[in-house]
């Protein structure tokens, strides 16, 4: 991760508005569950995205124990005091890791997450954006039309007029502007 990254970031905070740290958190979790998946359940990672230069760290976090019984989550108070005299039993030793093996599947899942994320973050943006403007009158514009529902485009929204709220006699057509009363905000788990 570099520089480049970093642009990514802004590019897709600019075009679609998201948060790049709501980004770069969502990206911090997906790597994380990537790697519990590619080397077990049982460590326990931290990841750490520099949100100036795009470096990415990934930490091992080992409790500190007396006698250690999982070497994947525990490590001794005699280790961890080699590299800090600081630590007690109970702290959690932090130690950094090279993902070596960090596969094609595990970078696969990774990646589905990570736009699992974003597009979670859109919905909820423009989710709260027509919050905001329910009970309000907003000119649409008519997409289709199937079953009686005449389906109409409210700038990144998509409102559903059943029959039941149509004006009895009107005809109603393709790309036809149409002023709409937005009555109810139903959220969704489907893409935008």
């Known amino acids: 991760m570099n520089q480049e990254f970093i642009r990514a970031l802004d590019i897709i905070q600019e075009e679609k508005s998201i948060d790049k740290e709501e980004l770069i958190q969502a990206i911090e979790a997906a790597i994380a569950t990537a790697y519990k998946k590619n080397y077990g359940n049982s460590h326990n990672v931290e990841i750490n995205i520099d949100r100036v230069d795009g470096d990415i760290q990934v930490f091992a976090l080992k409790e500190i124990v007396e006698v250690p019984e999982n070497d994947h989550s525990q490590i001794s108070l005699e280790k961890a005091r080699e590299v800090d005299s600081n630590y007690d039993i109970g702290d959690f030793f932090r130690m950094e890791v090279r993902p070596r093996d960090f596969g094609r599947i595990a970078a696969q899942n990774a990646k589905q997450l990570i736009i699992q994320r974003i597009k979670e973050a859109e919905r909820n943006i423009i989710y ?65």
Not at 133 to 160: C, H, M, N, P, S
């Open 128 to 192: 709260d954006d027509y919050l905001k403007r329910q009970d309000e009158i907003i000119t649409g514009i008519i997409k289709r039309i199937e079953k009686g529902v005449v389906y109409v485009e409210v700038g990144k929204l998509e409102a559903a007029m059943l029959p039941s709220e149509q004006t009895a006699g009107e005809n109603y057509s393709l790309n036809q502007r149409l002023k709409v009363y937005l009555l109810m905000v139903k959220k969704t788990t489907k893409g935008p």
